[in-house]
């Protein structure tokens, strides 16, 4: 009976395909590979340098499967509303900081927002966060397309906006973490928001 109905669907995918490959695509590719596009607006009096480091097999734990970035880093943005766009590749795993001269090679010491995306899971394909654990350096928001926005404007600001300073419990439940659904999200990341 299972090479009866395993015939029966290779019979029907050979049609679909035969007839329209545009039908049979989705059939055969259900993954959306989809890259991300990352608007950066700086509202700050002063300008900001945005950084992307990749975190894979390090501060992330995640290695298969994970994108790195390799473009040009976005560069200077001007104060008082200058925008930069970056795209990171599906997959992505990596932090997303503004350099302070003080900042290490992956945000150590700063604000942070931190992306583990298209991770495979159905429930949580896109996470995303705000991480003060390392220091406080300024507010920063991420705002995901068709998803939560989460803003942190002090030091002080809640779990469920941020990873608060010092505190690795993780919020005790992951509250500042949130998800999204898959596919190539679009992403404002805005300083001094």
Do not use: K
């Amino acid at each position: 009976m299972v090479a009866f109905i395993q015939s029966c669907f290779v019979s029907a995918l050979f049609f679909v395909s035969f007839v329209s490959p545009t039908l049979a695509a989705p059939l055969l590719f259900s993954r959306q590979d989809s890259a991300h596009t990352f608007t950066l607006i700086n509202q700050c009096t002063e300008s900001v340098t945005p950084i992307f480091a990749n975190t894979a097999c390090g501060y992330s734990p995640r290695c298969d499967g994970a994108g790195y970035y390799s473009a040009t880093q976005p560069g200077t943005i001007a104060g008082g509303g200058g925008t930069a766009t970056a795209t990171a590749p599906y997959a992505w795993v990596g932090r997303l900081f503004a350099q302070t001269g003080s900042c290490g090679a992956s945000g150590e010491g700063c604000t942070m927002t931190e992306f583990n995306l298209d991770t495979g899971s159905a429930y949580t394909a896109q996470n995303y966060d705000i991480s003060n654990i390392q220091g406080f350096t300024q507010s920063i928001s991420i705002e995901a397309a068709g998803c939560d926005t989460v803003t942190c404007t002090s030091a002080d600001c809640g779990c469920s906006e941020a990873y608060p300073i010092g505190d690795e419990s993780g919020c005790g439940d992951d509250l500042a973490n949130r998800a999204c659904g898959p596919g190539g999200i679009a992403f404002t990341i805005t300083f001094c928001p």
